[in-house]
């Protein structure tokens, strides 16, 4: 298996485009979580699917945030406008019938 | 609401002697409990977990933790560093029901030649 695939690895911005990151869950999965991780907050759970739905989005920071999961094997993490505050790397995982969850390489997003 | 604490940001130890990485948690009812390492540049790895049974659990590495129901612990060990084990370690909790894991904020091991 591939394990979880995320795109881009890197990307750089300017403040107020839209940026779209995208997330391919293991095949079989049925949970899907979207992670940011920064410096001084650490690892934070955004938002997480079960079976394609929005379970939680307690994590989202704002209104300028929004994720989908049209299908079992594609997900988005949408920021519009961005700011330079949203710079980080932010993570995909999925869990299947084991315990734990298996995470992406992440992408590193970057505002200037 | 579930929490994890990792008490030590940066543990540092020479290589070829025993390590150590603490961990605590509240979870209400059972703890599913895991440790996964982090590389630069890369995602996180799992590398053990603790679900129900002996409370030492072996797992990739080399590495091995041991649950502690008393003092609600989940301490990571390894008997004997290696310089490729410097990395970012990070505990992570649930309870039995199918909520995501908690993560703590990390400790980053240093294994020193």
């Known amino acids: 298996d591939a394990g979880v695939i995320q795109s881009p690895r890197h990307e750089v911005t300017e403040m107020g485009q839209e940026v779209t990151l995208r997330c391919k869950p293991i095949?079989?999965?049925?949970?899907l979580f979207w992670y940011r991780q920064t410096m001084m907050r650490g690892l934070e759970l955004l938002i997480y699917?079960?079976?394609?739905?929005?379970?939680?989005d307690s994590g989202m920071p704002e209104d300028r945030f929004s994720a989908k999961m049209p299908n079992a094997s594609f997900s988005t993490l949408k920021i519009q406008p961005s700011e330079p505050r949203d710079s980080a790397v932010y993570f995909c995982?999925?869990?299947?019938?084991?315990?734990?969850?298996?995470f992406g390489p992440g992408t590193r997003l970057t505002v200037t | 609401a579930q929490s994890v604490a990792q008490p030590e940001d940066q543990v540092n130890v020479a290589e070829g002697n025993p390590l150590t990485v603490k961990c605590t948690y509240s979870?209400?009812?059972?703890?599913?409990l895991f440790w996964y390492v982090q590389y630069p540049n890369r995602g996180l790895q799992f590398l053990l977990k603790?679900?129900?049974?002996?409370?030492l659990v072996k797992g990739s590495y080399g590495f091995e933790a041991e649950f502690n129901k008393s003092q609600t612990s989940f301490h990571l060990k390894k008997p004997s560093a290696l310089v490729s084990d410097s990395a970012l370690y990070f505990c992570?909790?649930?309870?039995?029901?199918?909520?995501?894991?908690?993560f703590g904020k990390g400790t980053r091991l240093s294994v020193i030649a």
């Open positions: 995982a999925s869990r299947g019938r084991s315990y734990e969850q298996y």
């Open positions: 095949s079989g999965h049925d949970y």
């Open positions: 699917f079960n079976n394609n739905v929005p379970i939680d």
């Open positions: 979870v209400s009812g059972n703890p599913y």
């Open positions: 603790y679900i129900t049974g002996d409370n």
């Open positions: 992570a909790v649930r309870d039995s029901g199918n909520t995501p894991l908690v």
